[in-house]
């Protein structure tokens, strides 16, 4: 049964939510860290227990804190493990050194591949590994250029973790190519157009060889740098975009067996190259489905195979469609939105005909007058073969099933 973990900035807590089997869960229970003000956290199997435990970073003094699960549920009190002189903001686990433990990577930028929000920070990263069960080793620092992002992939054929690092502020990036001891030679640095926002990882020229796509949101363009499978890119070709492109998503588009790469454009609220989310018409063709947010509506691009789409067809919303997510709620075999309405304090569900049509949406009241729920995802919580929506109110401090 799925279970929920939060951080709770404002009184220096993390709280859990365990799910029972109906899709309801218990009272959130609380772990004190201290004084620290938890930031970020994640879940995993840090001592190969067969136990999650939880690892979070806090913001403002210096250290990250772990809790240990002990089966039941409930937590050790928290390990702290101290950073230095730096601040941690935000965390992910990966088995850089393939012993079979997962360390954990923080630092200053965001982890979760392949998706990217900036967070501008002290320019340098650190890696920290566990070598037994609740033991650590001392951390190890790389320096990088400028305010900075990053995110990890393979690229000689080696099986050894490396990093891409986004230097926005020095227009270039970084990668420093991984060995088996954990260690990471100096970074090979590309330069980009101005203002590199965020990057994506694929095989775009179907050589069985890892290259780069980078957003560079100042010059409106993507650049793509293929690689030669040596740790080394070749020079960018550019393509044109919106305006101020920031993030990327990558899929097959047109059904040639290449990746095709789309882009959302900050600025003038357009997709130049439109982002697959589902497929609403059954077709087996990828389509697009947006929220609107300044417009109050969701919008569907259906895809005609050849990475071409149909204008966008609209359907009305609430005030404020802040976040959108896909499932099949009724279970029709035909995809259905649920739409998070941030200033309307409810949840929408448009159901599918298999037309690429929407129904009127049916609303669900997220909380109080002033929940305004701003995220929402679908999983089958209480399993029983139907989804269930899992919304965060950020008017309130709550997250809503």
């Given at each position: 049964m799925l279970d ?7 009184n220096?807590?993390v709280?859990?939510?365990l ?6 869960f218990?009272n959130q229970i ?5 004084t ?6 994640e ?8 136990r ?10 210096n250290?990250i ?10 937590f ?6 101290s950073t ?7 965390i992910?686990?990966a088995?850089?050194?393939?012993d079979?433990?997962?360390g ?9 591949i ?5 967070i ?11 070598v037994e ?6 951390r ?7 305010f900075s992002?990053?995110q990890?992939?393979?690229f ?5 973790l490396?990093i891409i690092v986004?230097n926005n ?9 991984g060995?088996?001891?954990v260690?990471?030679e100096?970074s090979?640095?590309?330069h980009?157009g101005f203002?590199p926002?965020s990057a994506a ?6 050589d ?21 499978g040596n740790g080394?890119?070749g020079?960018?070709s ?8 920031y993030f990327?998503a ?5 059904k040639?067996?290449?990746?095709d790469?789309v ?11 439109l982002l ?5 018409n059954?077709?087996?063709?990828m ?12 919008g569907?691009?259906l895809?005609y195979?050849?990475s ?7 359907f009305s919303?609430?005030?404020?469609p ?11 075999d ?6 998070a309405?941030y ?12 037309k690429?049509s929407?129904?009127?949406?049916k609303?669900?009241v ?8 701003i995220?929402?995802a ?9 989804l269930?929506?899992?919304?965060t109110?950020?008017g309130e ?5």
């Open positions: 929920i973990a939060v951080t709770n900035h404002g220096n807590s709280g859990v939510f799910g029972y089997d109906n899709g309801t218990s609380t772990y004190l860290v201290g620290a003000s938890p930031y970020a956290t879940v995993s199997d840090l001592n190969s227990d067969q999650m435990n939880l690892v979070g970073t806090n913001r403002g003094i250290n804190d772990v809790l240990f699960e002990y089966g039941n549920g409930t050790t009190s928290p390990r702290m493990l230095g002189s730096s601040s941690s903001i935000c992910a686990t088995d850089l050194n393939k079979n433990h997962q954990r990577k923080g630092g200053f930028g965001i982890f979760k392949p998706k990217f929000k900036t501008f920070y002290e320019p340098y990263i650190w890696e920290e590994f566990q069960s609740t033991s650590f080793t001392r190890k620092c790389f320096s990088i250029l400028g992002k990053f990890t992939s393979v000689p054929p080696d099986n050894h490396d986004i502020g020095t227009a270039s990036i970084g990668i420093p190519l060995f088996d001891e260690t990471f100096s090979m640095i590309y980009t203002g926002y990882v694929g095989d775009f020229n179907n069985h060889i890892l290259d780069i796509v980078i957003t560079e949101s100042q010059d409106n363009i993507v650049s793509v740098l293929v690689g030669y080394y890119l020079k960018q550019a393509y044109s975009t919106g305006s101020h492109p990327l990558l899929s097959d588009f047109n040639d067996t290449r990746l790469i882009a959302g454009n900050y600025n003038d609220k357009t997709i130049s190259i697959g989310f589902g497929n609403f059954n077709e087996r063709l389509d697009i489905g947006v929220a609107n947010s300044g417009a109050n509506n969701v569907i691009f895809g195979g050849n071409l789409f149909t204008s966008q067809m609209v919303g609430d005030s404020t802040y976040s959108i997510a896909v499932g099949d709620f009724n279970r029709d035909i995809l259905d939105l649920v739409v309405s200033a309307s304090n409810n949840i929408g569900v448009f159901l599918g005909y298999g690429g929407l129904l009127r949406q609303t669900f997220t909380g109080g007058s002033n929940s305004q729920s995220s929402i679908v999983a089958d919580f209480s399993n029983d073969n139907f269930d929506i899992v919304m109110n950020y401090n709550t997250v809503g099933v």
